[in-house]
């Protein structure tokens, strides 16, 4: 199972999911895909296994991950003060793999009916939904994407 933890501006987001992604599960591949150098570098620093920046790589491995974690801003071209391109976000929305995002009410999104909860809250919810994923897709063969 590949996991994408997709971040941009400082990382400091992407640093604390990948933090708990890698503690929760240690055996799962954690790809760090940030939209600038320095979310890369966090997220890596924060134990990813593998991490590239900016618009191709993000575009290019939507493709091979299972799963991809991140605010739901990633969703929204032009968010994170124009971070995330258009094609990212074409690219995160139409990739195969499990979304698994952040319901922060940021990058002019404004999501109803979600509890308000801390940041540190949002990212046990999000590493508590990987876990009932890969429980659900456990030995199946079509779990990753071709």
């Known amino acids: 199972m590949i996991i ?5 501006q400082g990382g400091g987001i992407g640093k604390a999911i990948v933090e708990k992604v ?3 599960f240690p055996k ?3 790809y760090a895909l ?7 570098g966090q997220m890596l620093r924060a134990g990813a296994d593998e991490g590239a920046t ?8 939507m493709k091979r991950v299972d799963v991809v974690v991140g ?6 071209a032009n968010s994170m003060m124009g971070e995330l391109t258009p094609k990212m976000a074409e690219a995160i929305g139409s990739s195969p793999a499990q979304k698994i995002l952040l319901p922060l009410n940021r990058c002019h999104i404004h999501v109803v009916s979600v509890k308000e909860l801390s940041i540190g809250q ?6 508590l939904a990987i876990k ?10 079509d779990c990753r994407p071709v």
């Open 71 to 76: 605010v739901i801003g990633i969703l929204n």
């Open 122 to 127: 949002h990212i046990d919810n999000a590493v």
């Open 4 to 8: 994408a933890v997709v971040d941009g």
């Open 22 to 24: 890698k503690a929760g």
């Open 34 to 40: 940030g939209t600038n150098s320095v979310a890369t």
């Open 28 to 30: 799962t591949v954690v």
């Open 54 to 61: 900016g618009e191709n790589a993000i575009v290019h491995n």
């Open 132 to 141: 009932e994923y890969i429980q659900a897709n456990a030995g199946s063969e």
